[in-house]
């Protein structure tokens, strides 16, 4: 019995050496294949042929050490899908990082949303399926949903994102984003930012804390929106210039502390109450080291935009898809006389 233990062991780890030998020999066929086919001009392009087996995601792995950047060849060569033996120039470095060109330069719209409910619209309520509606949209017509991060280093000069960007947020905190947008999300793979006050999270129809660690550990953003959503920019009826300044250096630093606290991570955004800001806010933001807000003008972004005054479009409760796609402007063109 044990000689038919040992026999049959030994025929398992011949099977699993072969099938290791094979999956090696397929990696290195392929990895030779561009080696030997492709065309090095400096260290700014590579030159190579597309095999079979190739997709955009697979080159940019191999090229760009990076499989998310498979729109950077895309877009270079100007083509959508790969055939066998296509010639392909792979850039190696950013070569449009401003989206800049002879006609105009790229945008980047900002969509805020608020509420969310299952079959009834309000101003700022959006139903389920009108929202599935809206990322099926973006998914089908090649937006790429990009992060606060990538957005900045766009608006820095420092990083080309796809030409098609739009970046997703939603402001307060209302337990029907966690119930109906995220699982939404989640489906089409799609990064968002949730900008909290925290004054109004546990409350009735709040997310919890709980349910906001639960979100960031899967990736999803978390930024400031102040602690008590007063607007900023107006002072109160019998405030003291005094007392005013002081709410401010309340709103912006108190919840910058909490969130840092309860999920261990730097908040560096913020979208302003009501979209009003000042010079003495953004002074004061800058003081406590957020490197942007956002307003709620309803444009999209270039890469010159004042990052203390970034563009958000408000996606209200009865748009239909019509209305959502004009709100999508990825390229401001310029007439030249």
Request: proline share 3%; with cysteine; hydrophobic share 40%.
């Amino acid at each position: 019995m044990q000689q038919f233990v040992n026999r049959k062991k030994r025929i398992f780890d011949i099977i699993l050496i072969l099938s290791l030998l094979f999956l090696a020999a397929c990696a290195i066929t392929t990895r030779l294949y561009h080696k030997t086919s492709e065309i090095r001009i400096d260290d700014d392009f590579i030159i190579v042929k597309a095999t079979a087996i190739d997709t955009f995601s697979s080159l940019a792995a191999e090229y760009l050490n990076d499989p998310s950047k498979g729109w950077l060849i895309a877009e270079f060569n100007h083509i959508k899908s790969l055939t066998s033996g296509q010639e392909l120039c792979i850039p190696l470095f950013p070569f449009n990082k401003g989206g800049l060109k002879s006609g105009g330069f790229q945008t980047v719209p900002v969509l805020a949303y608020y509420g969310f409910s299952k079959n009834k619209a309000s101003k700022i309520s959006i139903t389920q399926d009108d929202f599935k509606a809206q990322m099926k949209y973006l998914k089908e017509n090649g937006y790429h949903v990009i992060t606060l991060d990538q957005l900045l280093g766009f608006l820095d000069y420092r990083e080309q994102i796809p030409e098609k960007s739009v970046a997703i947020t939603f402001d307060d905190g209302w337990i029907s984003v966690y119930d109906i947008a995220i699982p939404i999300l989640k489906k089409y793979g799609f990064p968002a930012t949730i900008f909290i006050y925290t004054d109004f999270i546990g409350g009735g129809k709040a997310m919890s804390w709980k349910q906001i660690k639960e979100l960031s550990k899967a990736g999803f953003d978390i930024q400031c929106q102040t602690k008590t959503h007063r607007n900023l920019k107006v002072i109160k009826k019998k405030e003291s210039f005094k007392e005013y300044f002081k709410s401010l250096e309340m709103e912006i630093s108190y919840p910058k502390k909490v969130i840092n606290k309860k999920l261990q991570k730097e908040c560096k955004y913020l979208a302003y109450p009501y979209g009003k800001t000042n010079n003495l806010v953004i002074a004061m933001l800058k003081k406590h080291g957020y490197r942007a807000a956002f307003t709620v003008n309803q444009k999209s972004n270039p890469f010159f935009i004042d990052k203390y005054k970034i563009n958000r479009t408000a996606i209200y409760g009865k748009y239909d898809i019509e209305k959502f796609r004009k709100e999508l402007s990825v390229f401001q063109r310029m007439e030249l006389k």
